[in-house]
């Protein structure tokens, strides 16, 4: 079946620090990849659209210099958190639309700024 | 914009009975998806359903698709310990659009 591969699974980092976080669809093609922001105990919100060869689409109230995007090639999709915050901690996860149109998703990053 | 309710919020039940969790759409789906997300995982996709009416088994897990084509229900019969997890529905409006999710379902059983 569809995998997708969310590299790495943890991050502790200092405040200030900028993260970056990889999705990459292993045996498909993703042109359409998404990223989402999932606080404990609650539901995945939609951050962003990352389109390959375009710029991403960004959901309402998220910064998107904060949040940035690259959607380089078919299987790969960055996110990278700039200058991060306490504020930013969170399980981030990525997920790749597969030809059926569901979502296969990776299996997300814990990011945890001190 | 859509929005996609979800309830109950929480459920407990002893091990053996049924679950359901109910979902429904601001606006008419063309397709509704359900993903289960064991504590501490990613979510995991379980079903699409795309026609309306549309019923769908996998084993002791029911799944409905409304007429309407704005809610749906995932039903679980004889429930046990390893179904524990939040079970989200998520709706879409055409096929390369984002899924909205519902606020999911975190289902607990009692051995």
């Known amino acids: 079946g569809a995998v997708v591969s969310q590299h790495p699974s943890r991050v502790i980092c200092k405040s200030g620090t900028s993260v970056k976080i990889e999705c990459r669809s292993l045996d498909f093609q993703a042109t359409t990849m998404f990223w989402y922001r999932q606080f404990p105990k609650q539901s995945l919100m939609l951050m962003a659209t990352?389109?390959?060869?375009?710029?991403?689409?960004?959901e309402q109230g998220v910064e998107k210099d904060k949040f940035l995007i690259n959607h380089a090639s078919l299987t790969l999709s960055t996110l990278t958190v700039t200058s991060a915050h306490p504020e930013d901690s969170s399980f981030y996860i990525c997920?790749?639309?597969?030809?059926?149109?569901?979502?296969?998703f990776g299996d997300g990053t814990r990011l945890s700024i001190l | 914009g859509q929005q996609v309710m979800q309830i109950p919020q929480y459920q407990h039940v002893q091990e053996g009975e049924d679950f359901t969790t109910y979902c429904n759409s601001s606006t008419t789906l063309s397709n509704i998806q359900w993903y289960k997300q064991r504590p501490g995982g990613h979510p995991v996709f379980l079903i699409q359903l795309v026609k309306s009416g549309e019923v769908k088994k996998q084993k002791r897990l029911t799944f409905q698709f409304g007429e309407a084509k704005k809610n749906s229900s995932l039903h679980i019969t004889a429930t046990q310990t390893t179904d524990v997890g939040t079970y989200f529905c998520a709706g879409s409006n055409s096929g390369n659009t984002p899924l909205v999710f519902g606020k999911g379902t975190r289902l607990s059983v009692i051995a």
């Open positions: 990352s389109n390959e060869g375009s710029k991403a689409t960004y």
């Open positions: 997920s790749a639309l597969g030809q059926g149109a569901e979502e296969h």
